[in-house]
């Protein structure tokens, strides 16, 4: 089945870095859009970020562009998202995530399977 394990999480300074990685497994990794999406306390579903299935295409969200860098390795099946000059306000958990819909950028959360998530901290 299909399994997304989030890691690279923890707690950060204010204009530090951390780099998520995403590890996949039990489907053809190659064939799916992949997706970041983040969740601060007390609010709602973010898009961070997401990729096509060769890598040659990405989206940012407005706040993190210029300081986040989504990319994938179809041969080792992983997603990473590499985050820098990082903010208080990037405080979330981080869900690596997959659209169920292999070739398409679906842009719908209920179309996605998830990961467990990692806690990013961001804090002086």
């Known amino acids: 089945q299909v399994r997304l394990v989030e890691s690279g999480g923890g707690l950060v300074q204010p204009g530090g870095s951390l780099r998520l990685s995403c590890a996949a497994s039990?489907?053809?990794?190659?064939?799916?859009?992949m997706y970041w999406v983040r969740q601060a306390p007390g609010k709602g579903l973010e898009w961070v970020s997401r990729?096509?299935?060769?890598?040659?295409?990405?989206y940012y969200a407005d706040s993190v562009k210029g300081r986040f860098t989504i990319s994938r390795d179809n041969a080792q099946n992983t997603l990473y998202l590499q985050m820098n000059s990082l903010k208080s306000e990037d405080t979330a958990m981080y869900y690596c995530?997959?659209?169920?819909?292999?070739?398409?950028?679906?842009?719908?959360?209920?179309?996605?399977?998830w990961g467990q998530g990692t806690q990013v901290t961001v804090s002086s």
């Open positions: 995530a997959k659209d169920q819909h292999p070739g398409f950028n679906t842009g719908s959360y209920d179309q996605l399977n």
């Open positions: 990729i096509s299935t060769g890598g040659g295409v990405t």
């Open positions: 039990g489907f053809t990794f190659s064939s799916y859009w």
